[in-house]
Nanobody, 115 residues
Framework: QVQLLEAGGGVGQPGEALRLACQAS????????MGWYRQGPGRTQRELVA????????VYSESAEGRFTISRDNTKNTVDLQMDSLTPVDSAIYYC????????WGQGTQVPVSS
């Protein structure tokens, strides 16, 4: 079992930044990938924002590329998402995801972006 605890959500202002953090605990596999997904208002599916797998190779969605930065600390089992230059389109519930043999999701954290 793996537990994911997210932090850092909240109201964002257009053009400003927010940082999300995810702490994984439990039986962590060394080969697991960790990342962030989001589900926007009215959307039925979660979409990839960014993920990172060992050896710390990041993958970004087209909308996140150049604005968001994912980072991972393998010693602490954390994965953070620095979101810069926020726009209202980034408004969503953001979920941390851990994927190894099994996939686990965090509870989600709300990030509304509004002026």
């Amino acid at each position: 079992q793996v537990q994911l605890l997210e932090a850092g959500g909240g109201v964002g202002q257009p053009g400003e930044a927010l940082r999300l953090a995810c702490q994984a605990s439990g039986r962590i596999a060394s080969y697991a990938s960790m990342g962030w997904y989001r589900q926007g208002p009215g959307r039925t599916q979660r979409e990839l924002v960014a993920s990172i797998s060992r050896p710390n190779i990041p993958v970004y969605s087209e909308s996140a590329e150049g604005r968001f930065t994912i980072s991972r600390d393998n010693t602490k089992n954390t994965v953070d998402l620095q979101m810069d230059s926020l726009t209202p389109v980034d408004s969503a519930i953001y979920y941390c995801r851990y994927r190894a043999y099994t996939t686990y999701w965090g509870q989600g954290t709300q990030v509304p972006v509004s002026s």
